[in-house]
């Protein structure tokens, strides 16, 4: 089975930063484009950046621009999100998941890593 896995999530004090890395089981990356989404408790979950198969096209949601960077490295299947100057409003569930183009139906989703901003 198809799998993507996520990791890099944590515990962090406002004003810090992670990066998350999302990695294929089974399929290459390269093949598609990666969107990484967030879904904190009590909300609906919401699209946070992509990047295209080529890692020429990305784009972000307008709450984490200029603070979150998505890229990609397709020699280790891995795509990346930097996320610096984090906020207590990014806690959140972060997933990947891959489809043909950005905004297109994701076919395949990671099971989600837990970002935690507090203090």
């Known amino acids: 089975q198809l799998q993507l896995v996520e990791s890099g999530g944590g515990l962090v004090q406002p004003g810090g930063s992670l990066r998350l890395s999302c990695a294929a089981s089974k399929f290459t990356l390269d093949n598609y484009a990666i969107g990484w989404f967030r879904q904190a408790p009590g909300k609906e979950r919401e699209g946070v950046s992509c990047i295209s198969s080529s890692g020429t096209s990305r784009n972000y949601a307008d709450s984490v621009k200029g603070r979150f960077t998505i890229s990609r490295d397709n020699a280790k299947n891995t795509v990346y999100l930097q996320m610096n100057s984090l906020k207590p409003e990014d806690t959140a569930v972060y997933y990947c998941?891959?489809?043909?183009?950005?905004?297109?139906?994701?076919?395949?989703w990671g099971q989600g890593t837990q970002v935690t901003i507090s203090s």
């Open positions: 998941a891959a489809a043909r183009l950005c905004g297109m139906r994701y076919e395949y």
